[in-house]
């Protein structure tokens, strides 16, 4: 900083103006101040600044897999909000060899220069009912369950299959079939019981489950066997790729989508890779549900008080296209 001052004919004191962002230094100063800070390759010390200040205006962000379209889109919804408050991020991933507790990951992210802590939530936490978060870094989780110990948000998994359902028994279909996603997954879990419940609610038959693991290729063994179920008219995917891979399934067992089988998904992740797509489903507002997931840490980090013990749901959006047809008889 004393290199930069000298350079630019200015004091430390103006330096450390320019490098905060602060406005009270004139343009033609600012200037001359960063053209002396690209000539001799200073860049700001973050640490220090985090000392001073008590921020190091970044966020981590914790997900259990990088490659689902869900968590893809989550992590450039919290990217873009950070990056339009001018805060910066640090993605820490959780896979094989690492141990899956909150109070792991709490260990981890305390090492890092972050102000608070995002966590994706994928597979259910030994410890979640037990976890005690550290009380000098906010954490907030993505999750179907509401936690006691921190704020939560997350898509509103259970609603989009009570809604699927209610939209298919509305078009006069009798009973709806399911093709559930891996039973380790919390989202996989809670959408299910949302299509069970809804039949309840409704008094219908509720006819056998189909296991999948979020792939087309088990959408499509799930729409071979489906093709063969006495009175399947209508199907409910826990995702777009497994409902895509279940209509070609059900076409290559003779079956005619929606002429024969009315069939929904959920997530619409596949709307800019398949062309000419006829799929109906339940969108996911993905990232909408990161922007909400950064100003909620962002709010603990300013000091604002964000309640614990509920959750806060990002609603879904039916997405209708040409895969349901209504029964008339």
């Known amino acids: 900083m004393q290199d930069v001052a000298r350079e630019a004919g200015v004091s430390p004191q103006t330096v450390s103006r320019v490098a905060n962002g602060s406005n009270a230094v004139r343009p033609e100063t ?47 919804g919290i990217v873009e909000a950070a990056e339009d408050d001018g805060y910066a991020t640090t993605l820490v991933t959780i896979g094989h060899g690492h141990v899956k507790t909150l109070q792991a990951i709490a260990e981890r992210m305390k090492q890092l220069p972050v102000d608070g802590v995002i966590i994706a939530m994928q597979d259910r936490i030994a410890d979640f009912d037990d976890f005690v978060p550290p009380k000098e870094l906010p954490f907030v989780l993505i999750n179907e369950s509401a936690a006691n110990h921190c704020p939560t948000i997350d898509a509103d998994q259970y ?16 009973t709806v079939y399911h093709i559930a996603g891996p039973s380790t997954s919390l989202a996989a879990c809670s959408r299910a019981r949302g299509w069970r419940e809804a039949l309840e609610q409704f008094g219908v038959p509720i006819p056998p489950t189909y296991v999948g693991d ?19 008219t209508a199907v409910y995917a826990a995702n777009d790729q497994m409902a895509y891979g279940a209509i070609l399934g059900l076409q290559a067992a003779g079956k005619r989508v929606p002429e024969d089988v009315s069939i929904i998904g959920v997530d619409d992740s596949l709307a800019e890779t398949v062309p000419r797509l006829n799929l109906t489903t339940m969108r996911m507002k993905f990232e909408q549900l990161g922007r909400e997931a950064y100003l909620m840490v962002r709010r603990i980090c300013d000091g ?8 806060t749901v990002i609603p879904t959006e039916l997405i209708e296209r040409g895969s349901v047809r209504e029964i008339n008889d």
């Open 159 to 174: 609603g989009c299959s009570t809604a699927a359902v209610d939209y298919l028994l509305s078009k006069g279909h009798r």
């Open 304 to 311: 604002e008080h964000v309640p614990v013990g509920v959750k």
């Open 214 to 232: 979020w792939g087309a290729d088990s959408g499509y063994q799930a729409g071979l066997a489906l093709a063969h179920e006495p009175g399947c």
């Open 30 to 76: 600012r200037q001359r101040v960063e053209a002396a800070m690209e000539k001799l390759g200073y860049r700001p010390n973050y640490a220090a600044r985090a000392l001073k200040h008590g921020q190091f205006k970044n966020i981590g962000v914790v997900l259990f897999n990088m490659t689902t379209f869900g968590n893809a889109r989550i992590l450039n």
